[in-house]
């Protein structure tokens, strides 16, 4: 049973930074595309960034340049370094694991991120 278990939201403000962190199990990770998702009240979920196994990066527009998507396949843990944020990016941040990027089919619980003006 996959279990995607994210950490590291709060408030911050805006310009600040947060490192989002998702811990796998139940899975070969190391195999697996991850990814990271948010959902702002009111829109649909995006994809912010995700992460191939063979180590290929993909960004949203509103993202690039501001985020990092990053993996230690060792710890089974995905990460997300957001910095630069703005009250934009505030919504709930999910991970993601899939055979592919594109194709996520495990996903965590969520972790709220909120960014004050």
């Known amino acids: 049973q996959v279990q995607l278990v994210e950490s590291g939201g709060g408030l911050v403000q805006a310009g600040g930074s947060l490192r989002l962190s998702c811990a796998a199990s139940?899975?070969?990770?190391?195999?697996?595309?991850m990814g990271w998702h948010r959902q702002a009240p009111g829109k649909q979920r995006e994809l912010v960034a995700a992460?191939?196994?063979?180590?290929?990066?993909n960004y949203a527009d509103s993202v690039k340049g501001r985020f990092t998507i990053s993996r230690d396949n060792a710890k089974k843990m995905v990460y997300l370094q957001m910095n630069n944020l703005k009250p934009e990016d505030t919504a709930v941040y999910y991970c993601?694991?899939?055979?592919?990027?594109?194709?996520?089919?495990?996903w965590g619980q969520g972790t709220q991120v909120t960014v004050s003006s």
């Open positions: 992460l191939s196994s063979g180590g290929s990066t």
């Open positions: 993601a694991a899939g055979v592919r990027v594109g194709d996520f089919r495990s």
């Open positions: 139940g899975l070969t990770f190391s195999i697996n595309a």
